[in-house]
């Protein structure tokens, strides 16, 4: 049985690629935090931002969280979802400029 069409593109528009390059690096990051709380325990959230951006790896370690967008840039594309591809380089320009501001505060 195959799925319809219009099923299939209902999930290609730009909201949906926004959406999915806004919460990606958030989740990666949120990863990142968890792997560090599972070598220190007692490591805080508020402690371990204070650390990151007083040692000045906020901007590297946040711009390396963007990465996974790319992997979904090409499963945008391998299923042809070029709406959502546009959402996803929207997302990816609004993530580039809070580290530029991030970086030059």
Avoid: R
């Avoid at 806004?22 to 204070?50: A, H, M, T, W």
Wanted: include cysteine.
């Amino acid at each position: 049985m195959e799925a319809k069409p219009n099923m299939i593109k209902k999930y290609n528009k730009p909201v949906i690629g926004l959406a999915i390059g806004i919460i990606l690096p958030l989740i990666s990051f949120l990863i990142y935090f968890l792997f560090l709380l599972s070598k220190n325990p007692e490591l805080g959230f508020v402690e371990f931002l204070d650390t990151l951006y007083a040692t000045e790896a906020f901007t590297p370690v946040f711009s390396i969280c963007v990465l996974p967008n790319l992997i979904m840039f090409f499963v945008f594309k391998k299923l042809d979802y070029w709406y959502s591809i546009k959402g996803l380089i929207l997302s990816v320009l609004i993530y580039t400029l809070f580290v530029l501001v991030l970086k030059f505060m």
